[in-house]
């Protein structure tokens, strides 16, 4: 992240002596991207965080992805996904997408999910309903209906429901942050961007959880692994630094509108490798006495897009059969834009009240098991009112 926390206790000087009442020492963490070269946090355990007693492969069967083929603009629909009365939000995920780049799943967690932590990359969470605190060993983020939450690659955390809890959420090969160009040199939010840092909330006091022979399942490039841990994860009485788990309400994210139609990147919130995500929010709309507020007919050449409705009624796919809880795919290859007579009906229209969570891939998307569940087969004929043959 691009600012200094410090959380709890920590020496004057790192790599010092730092010492329990008792006398021993706290075990240093430093835990870095890129080597030694980029953001860190230095963490502060009271037992040793290397200290494992048992290693067992985990095995797992998320199911094949499909290629969209023959390829077509499809329509799912996230709220005809069956989980049972107890899912979590790591075991229970079903895959909705993927590719080289990133998995995108979704659950219905409602109860504790087993302390995870993934070593191949970044999660993003989204939060489309309900509330949740994600308990991590930097201390917990209480999340809410709207909240973006961002879990550093190798963080060990769960996700704590509170009754019913709706979670989109990505999992990068890779690192996901604001993009480069809101940043300056040096880290700090720009004027220019849509959100800064008053915006973001990170853990503000240590989790500190008594515990022997703890379990962490781990998921690596090459599979998932159970760790049995002689202490609990959870004993960091102190860390500062620049990576830690952090959240923002897509609320609190400033819409940039002009005279005329403004292209999607305006509404970028985050970017990951080979991918972006956007955030529509409800907001003022083109202002030019002739402008057409929804989007023109496009053709993203180079990436697919995924668009997850949240909230409100999106205006350019009314009439499609799209709703709360939908997500198209309008993959590269296929033109596509606005409902027919979407374009005429949003002139003179002042503000759009919807919100939407928006991925582009520059890598296609294949479709996992919960996308083959869900899909709405009449959808790519919906621009024509006619289906194959017709």
């Not at 703890?214 to 202490?231: K, Q």
């Not at 940039?256 to 970017?271: C, L």
């Not at 989007?295 to 409100?312: C, I, K, Q, T, W």
Request: hydrophobic share 35%; net charge negative.
């Amino acid at each position: 992240m691009p600012f200094y926390r410090q959380v709890g206790e920590v020496p004057h000087k790192r790599h010092t002596a730092f010492r329990k009442p008792g006398g021993g020492l706290y075990a240093e963490e430093l835990m870095g991207v890129e080597g030694f070269s980029a953001d860190s946090a230095l963490l502060y355990h009271s037992g040793m965080p290397t200290a494992i007693v048992d290693a067992v492969a985990v095995a797992e069967d998320r199911g094949a992805l499909t290629p969209n083929h023959p390829l077509k603009p499809r329509h799912f629909k996230t709220p005809e996904l069956k989980f049972g009365g107890s899912a979590d939000a790591v075991t229970d995920r079903r895959r909705l997408f993927g590719n080289a780049d990133v998995t995108i799943g979704f659950v219905v967690a409602t109860a504790p999910s087993p302390l995870y932590r993934n070593a191949a990359g970044d999660e993003l969470f989204y939060v489309q309903g309900g509330t949740a605190s994600f308990e991590t060993i930097y201390g917990v983020l209480e999340a809410a209906d709207g909240d973006y939450v961002v879990i550093p690659t190798s963080c060990t955390y769960r996700v704590v429901p509170h009754g019913e809890v709706r979670l989109y959420v990505l999992e990068a090969r890779g690192h996901i942050g604001p993009p480069k160009r809101y940043l300056s040199a040096k880290g700090q939010f720009l004027e220019h961007s849509p959100y800064c840092e008053r915006d973001l909330r990170g853990p503000s006091a240590p989790l500190v959880v008594d515990g022997s022979d703890v379990d962490v399942l781990v998921r690596h490039r090459a599979g998932l692994t159970r760790y049995t841990y002689a202490t609990h994860p959870f004993d960091v009485v102190g860390w500062d630094g620049c990576l830690y788990p952090w959240a923002f309400n897509i609320d609190d994210f400033e819409p940039i509108t002009g005279r005329v139609h403004q292209p999607p990147p305006v509404h970028q919130t985050f970017e990951g490798p080979n991918f972006v995500v956007c955030s529509f929010c409800p907001r003022k709309v083109d202002y030019h006495e002739d402008s057409i507020p929804v989007p023109y007919n496009h053709a993203n050449v180079d990436s697919d897009e995924l668009m997850f409705y949240v909230r409100g009624n999106y205006e350019a796919r009314r009439g499609s059969g799209i709703g709360i809880g939908s997500l198209s795919l309008h993959p590269s290859g296929f033109t596509h834009g606005p409902q027919p007579g979407a374009a005429e009906a949003s002139i003179g229209a002042e503000f759009f009240d919807e919100t939407a969570v928006m991925v582009d891939t520059f890598a296609p998307l294949e479709l996992g098991e919960a996308a083959s569940a869900t899909e709405d087969e009449s959808y790519a004929w919906s621009w024509s009112g006619r289906g194959p043959g017709a």
